[in-house]
């Protein structure tokens, strides 16, 4: 993985915060479909701070590190499994694009998968 395993717990522990927030502010909203919820979020939580400091972080990352974030989401959303690590990555390399930031904080449950799929290399809080 290029990544920080604590670089990942740390966006883990602040999509968990945005996630909260926006729980509280539109409930019910999770059945909407993804692409909507990912316009809807950019279009309203623009000016939200902790919005701001997640995506500023993520959009900071190296394209290799965005690349193996997004990875790590579908292996903790259960897409992959640990052995196919090498096939997620390749697959999320391969769709890469400038928005990964949007595509992350849109998914419901980034928190979880984020960190289901940290445990599921290995990898625990230190």
Not at 3 to 28: C, H, M, R, W
């Amino acid at each position: 993985m290029d990544l920080n395993p604590e670089t990942v717990f740390s966006l883990a522990d602040k999509a968990q915060q945005f996630q909260i927030t926006e729980q509280a502010a539109i409930p019910g909203d999770e059945l909407s479909p993804s692409d909507d919820r990912t316009r809807r979020i950019l279009a309203e939580d623009s000016d939200d701070p902790v919005f701001q400091e997640l995506k500023t972080t993520i959009d900071d990352l190296e394209p290799d590190q965005q690349v193996s974030l997004v990875a790590l989401m579908w292996l903790g959303r259960g897409d992959f499994s640990a052995d196919e690590w090498d096939s997620a990555y390749e697959r999320a390399g391969e769709s890469w694009n400038d928005r990964s930031a949007e595509y992350l904080i849109g998914t419901p449950l980034l928190a979880d998968y984020l960190t289901i799929g940290l445990e599921e290399l290995g990898y625990t809080r230190g």
